[in-house]
């Protein structure tokens, strides 16, 4: 462990590419990568300098933008790029690193009714200052909306002024496009496209045109739908946007995650009854993400932190097919010092999470 210094905090981090190293009983103990879709991208789309922390992201999304150009809606495996055997992160999974590295996957009970935007917002963006993009840190073009309240309007309309600076249009050449992370509120129409609403910027939309709103829509269908299932989960988008000389804000590329109410992401109504019953646990759980990993792939859904041993959550989808079952097996086997617990969805409903500290667990439906 080090200490940081952060403005003007002082707070106890853990050493770069350590948390393996803690044991399960400790706060600062990370999950292998390799149980999630984040082991795929260490070393090659995310390269991290064991010095200083500070992780090198090489993004197959252009934060660029020339004439007009129409715009990708990127999401995982399928639409990624690849240079070589080198992996880019898509929108989507750079928002996975982002929420993985500001510690949102983690959660206990303890935290109930104590986490909300302002220190979802402050984790963000300190994460996003150990991240290095095109030569940059990501947090010199990431805009996160402050909590809006109407008493500090003023105020907060010219911070949000300095802020994009950066996406302003140039006189020439190439404009600049920034990175937004918000929570939606709503996808309006217009007289000829779309609007954006983000909460805490209840005057500031984001234009998104009609090609743009319906891949939006194909691509992320599931996410809309879990967000419309349920009223306390929360829809967050990740946008590279720009600003026309007319002082509109127009997104130029998009992806969804949906979170629970305590704003753990989720990817199936599967996964939200695992992190609803894992919400209730005192015992500290990690959810895992795909990153850019297809759906095909197995990996673990989450990872319960028990001191004697550390217990892997598999959701497995419905159709799965022989291949899947047999990667998942050969998961398991590669980390014979964590115990397994399976759900076969197909076969039954969920089974009991594993129940006390001190046993071995290896459980399936």
Not at 169 to 186: A, C, N, T
Not at 324 to 345: F, H, M, N, Q
Request: charged content about 20%.
């Amino acid at each position: 462990m080090y200490i940081a210094q952060i403005g003007e905090q002082y707070i106890v981090k853990r050493m770069p590419l350590s948390g393996g190293g803690h044991d399960p009983a400790c706060p600062s103990y990370e999950p292998p990568d390799e149980l999630s879709g984040l082991g795929v991208l260490m070393g090659s789309a995310i390269q991290v300098d064991p010095g200083s922390g500070m992780s090198a992201l090489k993004v197959g999304f252009s934060l660029t933008k020339l004439g007009r150009r129409a715009a990708p809606v990127m999401g995982t495996g399928e639409s990624d790029t690849v240079a070589g055997e080198t992996k880019k992160l898509s929108l989507r999974s750079l928002l996975h690193y982002l929420w993985h590295q500001a510690e949102l996957t983690s959660w206990t009970s303890r935290w109930a009714g104590k986490r909300h935007w302002w220190n979802i917002r402050w984790h963000l963006i300190e994460a996003a200052g150990q991240m290095m993009v095109k030569g940059g840190t990501l947090s010199e073009i990431l805009f996160i909306p402050e909590p809006f309240r109407a008493a500090d309007k003023a105020a907060i309309e010219q911070r949000r002024t300095a802020a994009l600076v950066p996406a302003l249009p140039p006189k020439s050449g190439p404009r600049k496009l920034m990175i937004l992370v918000g929570e939606v509120k709503d996808f309006a129409p217009t007289r000829n496209s779309h609007r954006l609403v983000v909460k805490h910027l209840p005057d500031f939309p984001l234009m998104l045109d009609e090609g743009l709103y319906r891949r939006l829509q194909g691509r992320f269908e599931n996410e809309l739908a879990l967000w419309g299932a349920d009223d306390a989960s929360h829809l967050i988008a990740i946008a590279t946007f720009g600003l026309t000389p007319a002082g509109l804000a127009v997104v130029d590329d998009m992806a969804l995650m949906v979170v629970a109410e305590n704003w753990v992401p989720y990817e199936s109504a599967y996964e939200k009854r695992l992190v609803d019953a894992l919400a209730r646990l005192r015992e500290r759980s990690v959810k895992g993400l795909r990153y850019n990993l297809s759906a095909e792939k197995p990996t673990a859904a989450a990872i319960l932190q028990r001191p004697s041993q550390p217990v892997a959550l598999y959701v497995v989808p419905p159709s799965v097919d022989g291949a899947y079952e047999e990667a998942l097996d050969d998961l398991i086997v590669s980390r014979p010092e964590i115990g397994a617990w399976v759900w076969r969805t197909a076969e039954g409903d969920m089974p009991s999470l594993p129940q006390g500290q001190d046993d071995a667990f290896r459980i399936s439906s």
